[in-house]
């Protein structure tokens, strides 16, 4: 486990150009966000949503790039940016059916928890607590199984199977290597908690320090994206 968190700390050239890549998009997309309106059916919210639609579409095809080209990397080979995100094109409806499935999924779990609590409200003590454990356990195992696709995008790039075939490997390496990845995921939770929290403190008082702290963001998610398809491919050799 050293070795592979080590290996992801140790940045090439080319990483860090897409660290850069990655900054430019933050600072952006921080910076054309508008404020949102209190009436959602005005022109303003429209135009927020459809910010937030093309903003996510770009994050998607950006990330996927990103993970082609650390894919390629990794396996010795060097292309230049421009191949990288011309050849990443091909995953990006791949894995943005998957955050559309995993987002209508969540959407279904949290819409059945919300019903659920409404009727906590008008009913007994003992009631409540039967409702509420029955609400706990009704969502703990597709909440599971949904953890267990979150290795899907990487698989995805990584290798180059369709969606499905790629949730249905992503539940048997997770559940395989559940421990080690639950290693992973604090030490990352750690360090991206770490920088969004002095993101949080210097957001709009000091323009160098936010700056400093979303090129370190842009470190760290390429770092993260390494660590992750590093172990994927070390244990499924």
């Keep these: 486990m050293k070795d592979i968190i080590k290996n992801g700390f140790m940045l090439k050239k080319k990483e860090i150009y897409l660290s850069f890549i990655i900054f430019v998009y933050l600072v952006l997309s921080s ?140 539940m048997v390496f997770i559940r395989n290597n559940l421990k080690d990845i639950v290693l992973l995921l604090f030490i990352f939770f750690l360090l991206w908690g770490f920088a969004i929290f002095f993101l949080k403190l210097y957001n709009e008082k000091s323009f160098v320090l936010q700056g400093c702290v979303l090129y370190f963001l842009s470190l760290l998610e390429i770092i993260t994206i390494k660590v992750f398809l590093v172990f994927y491919k070390g244990e499924v050799k």
């Design 31 to 170: 910076s054309i966000i508008p404020q949102p309106d209190s009436n959602p059916v005005s022109r303003k919210s429209i135009f927020i949503s459809e910010v937030f639609l093309l903003l996510f579409l770009l994050e998607n095809y950006l990330t996927v790039s990103i993970y082609y080209g650390i894919n390629q990397f990794l396996q010795g080979c060097y292309p230049t940016l421009s191949e990288i995100f011309r050849k990443g094109w091909r995953f990006f409806s791949r894995v943005l059916w998957y955050k559309v499935l995993a987002f209508f999924f969540l959407l279904i779990v949290s819409s059945f928890c919300l019903s659920m609590i409404e009727l906590v409200k008008e009913s007994s003590l003992l009631t409540a607590g039967l409702i509420t454990t029955f609400t706990i356990l009704w969502i703990s195992f597709p909440v599971y199984l949904l953890l267990l696709t979150l290795y899907t995008p990487f698989i995805i790039v990584s290798d180059d199977i369709p969606l499905f075939t790629a949730m249905k490997t992503s």
